[in-house]
């Protein structure tokens, strides 16, 4: 077989089948709605990768193919995603490094022709596979493909695994990226190119010479061209190198048909069009987001389709996005391991590890830990991820030694606790923010937080220590609060029980600024006397689960305006974070608040109805069914703002 032929995504369904990482649904499925309602649930179990073979359309749908460690491993040629950030690190290490003879010059050369055999490359051998079949003008529908619907406020049905191919007019370098595609009608779309998006850049490029921009959406081929659309590579580093190195062979590219732009002959489909920059932007969403969210409708550029090719065997590879843990997670953890390497070779050398927990949905909570050597490493590393590359949108950094495991967050809570002073330990900034985060007050731009938790040096010793009594938990139960403060509603003391001392407490929100309020008030009990952080959410679901915790508070703060730093009566601070709901009337907060994605009532009763049919194993009940309590209303908006002129 020519091996070209066998790399699109019919030749990882075939290695996911043979690993036991694969479940085919047989039974007609829609892509409206039901697609989701099923991979939610088996996402969230930690089931396998799922094929619809019965879609209503030609086409099968591979869904939840990255969903877990193994399967991000299979889908990047390794056994360990760990091995490619060595491989990095030694390529770097043998280019770069000093060489003392001619002959260890010399001998670098084939290391040299290897890294030149991952350069992207031209389709020599005829008819390319993602060309077989072709539909041009009015008989490219987008209708024939089968794009999900993915929850029930979503303004339409969305591309969710697109792989957009654009490039600059004047340096003529390419982009390729992942950004959602919403449908309009067969033959437009919407394309989601952010504010601090490479192919924004190239849209306004195109826009300022008042020329028509092409583009093409690539579906499927290798599964490493969907990682690399996600990587965080630098805007002058073509996408397509990663790709080649990850899979040490070049990716071979093909002119599209109707637009003077190339994709990689190995796709699955591929549609193309043009965006003309001269047209008015349209209004796009909502849709429901990583954040667990729906993100609220803006205004974005038109694609216009004037092409659709494909393979004869082609499969349409999907995604969905919501409350995590969902696939997307172990893409960006394949992401956060890939580029660890690259991090330490250029902003920070003392870097040991990083973390950045699923329930932080990437931009919102960054932890690393170093080797530190000097007085003020740790606050070096905080601004120093602040301001490299797509790390600059994280909302949290927090800092410890190299000895702390990162994936322990107990061990983690427990550095932070014993060496992070509230007095001199923590920064508060503002910056940068993603623009999906809905917390801020200005959309993109926000209040950062810094946490120093590394052990302190001499020089850093800059006032006494502070002596926190040990807490009582039972002073700190919502029973023995409830007298003073009758808005507590529930209590969680799982931190303080494991020495850690944070006290989380779900309040009713009636007042205004009562988040922010309730915590000083707090802060200055005496039964809080032995607490250092208080953190305060509103809502009526239960606050137990401390997954549930952090994302909700990750999401739902800014971190200048939310938090509050108080003394109490014997000089004691305590940190108060308010991750509570913010509204105009309560809070003076201008925009709109989204609500939390959930599935409605009809497709969760039609999906435990229809379990049994789809053959995957013992009944798993739907996630939504917890978050449902957090609903305002039933629409994409859960609270209105007052809009502000622009």
């Not at 689960?545 to 939310?562: I, K, Q």
């Amino acid at each position: 077989m020519d091996m070209a032929k066998s790399r699109g995504l019919r030749a990882f369904v075939e290695k996911l089948a043979a690993a036991g990482e694969l479940r085919r649904i047989q039974v007609p499925v829609s892509p409206h709605l039901e697609v989701t309602e099923i991979t939610d649930r088996i996402t969230k179990a930690g089931g396998p990768a799922l094929l619809f073979e019965n879609t209503g359309t030609a086409f099968p749908i591979l869904i939840n193919a990255y969903g877990s460690e193994r399967r991000m491993a299979l889908a990047l040629g390794v056994e360990d995603i760990e091995s490619i950030s060595r491989r990095i690190l030694d390529l770097f290490r043998q280019i770069a490094g000093p060489k003392a003879s001619l002959w260890e010059k010399l001998a670098l050369l084939p290391k040299l022709s290897e890294v030149a055999s991952y350069l992207p490359r031209r389709w020599r051998k005829g008819k390319p596979p993602c060309q077989e079949v072709a539909h041009i003008g009015k008989e490219a529908r987008l209708s024939m493909l089968p794009i999900l619907t993915c929850w029930p406020q979503d303004g339409g049905p969305f591309i969710t695994l697109p792989i957009i191919h654009t490039y600059h007019p004047d340096t003529r370098a390419r982009n390729v990226g992942m950004y959602r595609v919403q449908i309009f009608d067969d033959y437009t779309t919407a394309v989601h190119w952010q504010l601090h998006k490479v192919s924004r850049r190239h849209y306004e490029a195109w826009k300022a010479r008042g020329e028509r921009m092409p583009v093409a959406i690539a579906l499927g081929g290798d599964p490493v061209y969907a990682y690399v659309a996600t990587a965080p590579l630098p805007e002058n580093i073509d996408e397509y190198i990663l790709a080649g190195f990850l899979r040490r062979k070049a990716v071979e590219l093909t002119p599209c048909l109707t637009q003077p732009i190339e994709v990689p002959a190995d796709a699955d489909i591929v549609i193309e069009g043009y965006v003309d920059p001269t047209e008015p932007l349209r209004l796009e969403g909502p849709f429901g987001d990583h954040t667990g969210y729906y993100s609220l409708p803006d205004y974005y550029p038109v694609f216009h389709v004037t092409a659709i090719t494909h393979r004869k065997d082609a499969i349409y590879p999907a995604t969905i996005v919501g409350i995590p843990p969902q696939e997307d997670a172990w893409l960006g953890k394949a992401t956060e391991r890939i580029f660890l390497a690259p991090l330490r070779l250029t902003f920070l050398p003392e870097l040991a590890d990083m973390e950045l927990p699923i329930e932080g949905v990437f931009h919102n909570l960054a932890i690393a830990s170093i080797h530190k050597e000097y007085p003020g490493q740790g606050m070096k590393a905080i601004h120093t991820l602040w301001g490299a590359g797509q790390l600059m949108f994280t909302k949290i950094a927090l800092i410890v030694d190299a000895d702390v495991n990162l994936r322990d967050y107990w061990a983690v809570a427990r550095a932070l606790a014993a060496q992070a002073d509230l007095r001199t330990d923590l920064v508060f900034s503002q910056g940068p923010i993603d623009v999906l985060d809905h917390s801020c007050s200005q959309m993109g731009f926000g209040g950062k937080l810094g946490v120093d938790g590394t052990r302190k040096l001499p020089e850093e010793r800059l006032l006494p220590p502070v002596m926190y009594p040990e807490p009582n938990l039972t002073d700190l139960s919502a029973e023995a609060l409830q007298g003073a403060f009758p808005e507590i509603r529930e209590v969680n003391t799982r931190l303080i029980e494991r020495g850690i001392p944070v006290w989380i407490g779900r309040f009713e929100k009636t007042q205004k600024h009562h988040g922010l309020r309730l915590g000083e008030a707090l802060a200055r009990h005496p039964a809080f006397a032995g607490i250092k952080l208080l953190l305060l959410l509103d809502g009526e679901m239960p606050i137990q689960d401390l997954s549930d915790v952090f994302w909700r508070f990750a999401n739902n703060t800014d971190m200048r305006r939310d938090t509050k730093l108080i003394e109490d009566a014997e000089g004691r601070p305590h940190l108060i974070l308010d991750a509570s709901t913010k509204t105009l009337d309560l809070d003076g907060f201008t925009r709109d608040w989204p609500n939390v994605i959930v599935m409605s009532e009809a497709i969760i009763r039609r999906v435990d109805e229809r379990w049994a049919s789809y053959d995957l194993g013992g009944f798993i009940p739907s996630p939504s069914l917890k978050y449902r309590a957090l609903l305002r209303g039933e629409g994409a908006i859960a609270h209105t703002g007052q809009k502000v002129a622009s």
